[in-house]
């Protein structure tokens, strides 16, 4: 392996994407007409803002047109210490757009010195997904969330996009994906501005139950294989994903309250 | 025509190492150890913005002395080199040995090539899983490489530091006792080193993916006597 020396006026900075196109590895290509290809796409994704922070959820169900071809997808993924993002859309552009994601934000901060405010890791993101949007003209649409604890202000914040490249800060709460609709409109009803860390965790559960009993592509909480949601907690105290024998609780109270109705 | 005057190859050399070595003895010392958690960096440097060690990966750290500009550069070149490796293999293919050879690749073509050497002494550390397997490489001006264990001084001065710190240096010091050791033996007689006028890093075997870590100046002061 070589050094990757440039000149100064082609030098990358700490643009970790910039670097990956000067060097021949960029993986921004375009894509053929892959519309008719049967791809994995992942599903349903909520965030929602409480009281000190921010919770994140994302089923686990990936589907290939009516054939589920993954049942334990991780969509909520960890960003940084503060920070996480959860995707919906093609799951192959998905994943390869957070593993850049993640890797621009270590790449800034080794680069630099000093992390990424939340606001320009929001910016960030943004542009992965502009820069997508030829694949998702081709059907390859990724559509992320983005969360987290702003240090700086002492407060959660979260932005949703859109496919291409718009970015739109939400004061309370967010959906993505083919369950959006069922799952949002749970957490339009419940949330409050107050809302705590624990209400907001059995909210998203919830919202998610909804929107999978309603929507083929959304899984639910699969109790035979020990499958759950991967629900997350953004605080001061940092990125916290919530442990599945608490999810296992929360879910066997929405199951039985749905038996009693 | 003016033709260039003959210059022995041996007498370029010698004149290249001196100028090097008079850039780097300038500037001041750095000591690296291994210690109970770890590896611990120890550096003498007044500017708090500055830094001279710095993380490179999740077990790979980096220090530089001599030109701030050259180390800093080199650097950002191994951060590079080992996000693209991570990127492109996988994170644990990511190694300081293939990291120092390529430093010693780039500053050895400097040296010989280039009208003028760079004026750096780095230093490439690397966590192993178990002490045993931690890694110590030093890379001088010229582009030898050397791997040395327990302890590296590079800088100005080494063999006085190097001395004072062999002298009292024994396996798994605490990070009190090894702060403390740097100190006394990066201080000259005159002036003993206080905590702003150190920088002190860490590679710390804690068990979460990113080992680096970087002592605050109150965690120093409190942890200095």
């Known amino acids: 392996m070589k050094f990757p020396v440039f000149p100064i006026d082609q030098d990358p900075g700490s643009n970790f994407g910039e670097l990956l196109k000067r060097v021949g590895l960029s993986p921004f290509t375009d894509y053929a007409n892959v519309s008719q290809l049967d791809i994995p796409h992942a599903t349903t994704c909520v965030a929602v803002r409480c009281a000190g922070g921010v919770v994140m959820a994302g089923d686990r169900r990936a589907t290939s047109g009516n054939l589920i071809s993954h049942r334990a997808m991780e969509k909520v993924v960890q960003a940084d210490d503060f920070s996480g993002v959860a995707i919906a859309g093609a799951a192959g552009p998905a994943m390869e757009m957070v593993k850049l994601f993640q890797l621009q934000i270590e790449h800034y901060e080794k680069v630099e010195g000093q992390p990424l405010s939340l606001e320009g890791k929001a910016n960030q993101l943004s542009m992965f997904v502009r820069n997508n949007l030829p694949a998702a003209m081709q059907g390859l649409m990724v559509v992320p969330i983005f969360a987290g604890f702003d240090v700086h202000i002492g407060q959660g914040r979260l932005w949703d996009y859109d496919a291409t490249g718009g970015r739109y800060e939400e004061s309370d709460f967010v959906a993505t994906g083919s369950g959006q609709l069922h799952a949002s409109t749970v957490l339009r009803v419940s949330w409050r501005r107050d809302i705590s860390v624990d209400e907001a965790i059995e909210l998203v559960s919830r919202a998610l139950w909804e929107a999978s009993d309603a929507d083929s592509a959304t899984g639910g909480p699969d109790v035979l294989r020990g499958i759950y949601p991967v629900v997350a907690s953004i605080t001061k105290d940092g990125f916290n994903r919530v442990p599945d024998s608490d999810l296992a609780s929360i879910y066997s109270a929405i199951t039985t309250g749905v038996q009693q109705r | ?225």
């Open chain 2, 1 to 225: 025509m003016s033709m260039p005057y003959y210059v022995a190859p041996e007498q370029m050399m010698k004149d290249r190492a001196d100028f090097a070595r008079k850039g780097i003895a300038r500037g001041k010392s750095l000591v690296a150890l291994q210690y109970n958690e770890g590896i611990a960096i120890i550096a003498e440097n007044p500017s708090n913005t500055l830094r001279k060690s710095s993380e490179i990966y999740d077990r790979i750290a980096f220090a530089g002395v001599g030109k701030y500009n050259e180390f800093d550069s080199l650097r950002v070149l191994g951060v590079r080199s080992a996000d693209l490796k991570g990127y492109q293999f996988s994170r644990e293919d990511v190694d300081a040995r293939s990291l120092a050879n390529q430093y010693a690749q780039i500053i050895g073509q400097t040296f010989t090539h280039e009208v003028k050497p760079l004026e750096v002494e780095i230093l490439v550390a690397e966590l192993g899983i178990t002490s045993a397997e931690d890694q110590l490489f030093h890379i001088m001006y010229d582009g030898t490489v050397i791997d040395e264990k327990p302890f590296i001084v590079i800088g100005g001065d080494t063999d006085t530091i190097k001395s004072k710190i062999a002298a009292a240096f024994k396996t798994d010091l605490t990070l009190k006792e090894s702060c403390n050791l740097a100190r006394t033996a990066l201080s000259s007689d005159e002036r003993t080193l206080q905590a702003s006028d150190l920088e002190v890093t860490l590679l710390q075997r804690n068990g979460s993916r990113r080992c680096f870590k970087r002592i605050t100046e109150d965690a120093l002061a409190a942890l200095l006597n």
